[in-house]
C-alpha cells in the first residue's frame, strides 16, 4: 500500500492535518492509538488482553457486538397492531382503499393540517405520481444533494432533472441557484425537506410563481416537522412523504402526497388505482400505487406514539450535542426548537480542523459495529445515469460537493438508547482531537 495514502486510499487532506505520527500504520491500527491516547476503552467486555496486558499485541474486539444501525424502525404498540392485523384478517379485505387506509389518511390529513391526504405504496411512487398529475415535463429543477430516488421519479417519466446546489449551511436548495437553473423548458420545482428542516418554501414559491412552475416538496424526512407554526405537507402544490422503514414515522413501506388542491386529489387517487372509476371503467392513466390494509394498520399503530418517538430522538439528539459541544471540526447540524422537528437525522459535519477525514471516521466506526452512513454521497449528479448525462454537473455544485463528502449520519431512533449515542459520540470525538489541542498519538 502507497504509505502516503490512508486506510480509505484517499490522499490525506493536507499535510499540516494529517498527524505523521500516523502514517505508517493502518487506519485501524491509528484508531486504536488515539483511543488509547484518550483513554477510551471499548466495552471492557469486550476488550480482551491476550498478551498478559503488553500494549502492542492486545486484540480489541468491537466496542458493540451487534451492529448498531442508522434506521432501525421506530414501532408503536404492538399488541395494538395485532388487533388490526386479526381484524383486517377477519373482515377479508387487505388492500385498496380500505377502512384502515381510509381511517389513516383522515387521521393523517388532520394531524397534518392539510385538505387532502393520499396514501401511497412507497415514497417514490407518491413523488411519481404528484409529478404525473401536476403535469410535468421538460426539465424539473431538484437538489443533487438528496436520495437518488427524488430525481428517479423524474428521469423514470421522461423528465430531465436539473441539478441545483444548496445552501451549505441549511443543506436545502439556494434559491439563486435554482434561479441560475430555469430555462425555457423548465416546468416545475421539487425542494427536499432535507433532514427533516424546512426547505426555502416562500423563496421557492416565489420562483415557481414569477416563472408560472409547479412547486413539490419532498418531504420525505420531515413527517411531523412544521415550518414556523404550519406544520410541513400544505406547502407547495403538493407534498410528498415516506413512510419507509426507516423513517421517523413508518408503515412498512409506504408513502403519501398531501396537498390542499380538490383537483389534484382526485387525479392522484385515479393514478394510484389504474385510472379506475368504479368497475370496468378506466378515466385516466394510472398505476398501481395503492398502500395496502397491514400497512395502514402500522401507520395508525405508529402515529398513536408519534410523541414517545420525537421524545426518544430528541434525548438521543441531546446525548449527540453535549458531546460534540465546542470540538473543533465536528459540527452537528442544529434543529430549531422554536418549530416542530423529529430529530430523526443526527447529521454531523466534519470539517478541515478534524484530523481524520469523514471517510476515515466512517471506516473507524464500522470497525466498532456502529453502521454510521454517508448519506447522501456522492450526490445524485455522481450516480447513474446521471453521471454519464451530465459529466460537469459539478461545476454548478460546488457547495453539494463539499457538503457531501463532510457528512456522516448516525444512529438514533427508538431502537437507540441516548448512553450509546453519548459512546459513540465520544468514540468520534476522541478519534477526531485536534493536534492544535495538544492531543498527539
Ligand atoms: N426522497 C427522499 C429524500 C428519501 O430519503 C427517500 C427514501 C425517498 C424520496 C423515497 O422514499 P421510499 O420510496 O423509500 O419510500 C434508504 C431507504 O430505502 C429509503 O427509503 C430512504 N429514503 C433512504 C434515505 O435510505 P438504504 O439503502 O440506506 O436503506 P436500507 O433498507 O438499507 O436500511 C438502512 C438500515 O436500516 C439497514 O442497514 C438496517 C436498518 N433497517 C432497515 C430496514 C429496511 C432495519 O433495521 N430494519 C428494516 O426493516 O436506503
Known amino acids: 500500500m502507497d504509505q502516503s495514502k490512508s486506510a480509505t486510499g484517499q490522499e490525506p487532506r493536507g499535510g499540516d492535518r494529517v498527524d505523521q505520527s500516523l502514517a505508517h500504520v493502518s487506519l485501524g491500527e491509528a484508531v486504536r492509538r488515539r483511543l488509547d491516547c484518550a483513554n477510551f476503552e471499548p466495552d471492557s467486555e469486550r476488550g480482551r488482553i491476550e498478551d498478559g496486558g503488553r500494549h502492542a499485541s492486545r486484540e480489541i474486539l468491537p466496542a458493540f457486538a451487534e451492529p448498531v444501525h442508522v434506521g432501525r424502525p421506530n414501532i408503536g404498540n404492538t399488541e395494538a397492531f395485532l388487533r388490526l392485523a386479526a381484524a383486517m384478517l377477519e373482515r377479508r379485505w387487505l388492500t385498496n382503499n380500505g377502512p384502515l387506509l381510509q381511517e389513516l389518511e383522515r387521521r393523517l390529513a388532520a394531524f397534518l393540517g392539510v385538505k387532502h391526504c393520499i396514501a401511497m405504496c412507497n415514497g417514490t411512487i407518491a413523488l411519481e405520481i404528484a409529478i404525473r398529475a401536476l403535469g410535468l415535463s421538460g426539465e424539473v429543477i431538484v437538489p443533487s444533494y438528496t436520495f ?5 421519479a423524474l428521469f423514470w417519466q421522461g423528465i430531465t432533472p436539473v441539478f441545483a446546489d444548496i445552501d451549505a449551511d441549511t443543506h436545502n436548495l439556494d434559491p439563486a441557484a435554482v434561479r441560475r437553473m430555469i430555462t425555457p423548458r423548465t416546468t416545475g420545482i421539487i425542494g427536499v425537506h432535507l433532514w427533516g428542516r424546512a426547505a426555502p418554501t416562500a423563496e421557492l414559491r416565489q420562483i415557481a410563481d414569477e416563472h408560472g412552475l409547479k412547486l413539490i416538496f419532498d418531504a420525505a424526512h420531515a413527517f411531523g416537522a412544521s415550518h414556523g407554526n404550519q406544520m410541513i405537507g400544505s406547502f407547495g402544490d403538493a407534498e410528498v412523504f415516506s413512510f419507509h422503514a426507516t423513517k421517523f414515522f413508518n408503515t412498512f413501506e409506504g408513502g403519501a402526497v398531501t396537498t390542499n388542491n380538490d383537483d389534484l386529489a382526485e387525479a392522484m387517487r385515479l393514478i394510484r388505482n389504474f385510472g379506475f372509476s368504479g368497475f370496468d371503467n378506466v378515466i385516466h392513466p394510472g398505476t398501481n400505487g395503492k398502500m395496502t390494509e397491514i400497512c395502514a394498520a402500522m401507520g395508525l399503530v405508529n402515529l398513536d406514539a408519534i410523541d414517545e418517538m420525537i421524545a426518544a430522538n430528541r434525548r438521543n439528539y441531546m446525548a449527540y450535542k453535549a458531546a460534540f459541544a465546542g470540538v473543533p471540526g465536528l459540527t452537528l447540524l442544529p434543529y430549531d426548537e422554536a418549530t416542530h422537528c423529529n430529530f430523526q ?11 481524520l ?27 447513474a445515469p446521471y453521471r454519464d448525462l451530465f459529466p460537469h454537473a459539478g461545476l454548478m455544485l460546488p457547495n453539494t460537493e463539499v457538503i457531501a463528502d463532510r457528512v456522516i449520519v448516525l444512529p438514533t431512533g427508538t431502537a437507540v438508547q441516548p448512553d450509546v449515542c453519548a459512546q459513540i459520540a465520544n468514540f468520534i470525538v476522541a478519534i477526531s482531537k485536534n493536534r492544535s489541542n495538544g492531543e498527539a498519538a
Open 148 to 152: 437518488v430516488a427524488t430525481a428517479h
Open 345 to 355: 437525522y443526527v447529521v454531523l459535519e466534519i470539517g478541515p480542523e478534524a484530523s
Open 357 to 383: 477525514d469523514r471517510d476515515e471516521i466512517v471506516v473507524a466506526l464500522h470497525e466498532q459495529n456502529v453502521l454510521a452512513r454517508k448519506y447522501f454521497w456522492p450526490g445524485c449528479h455522481r450516480l
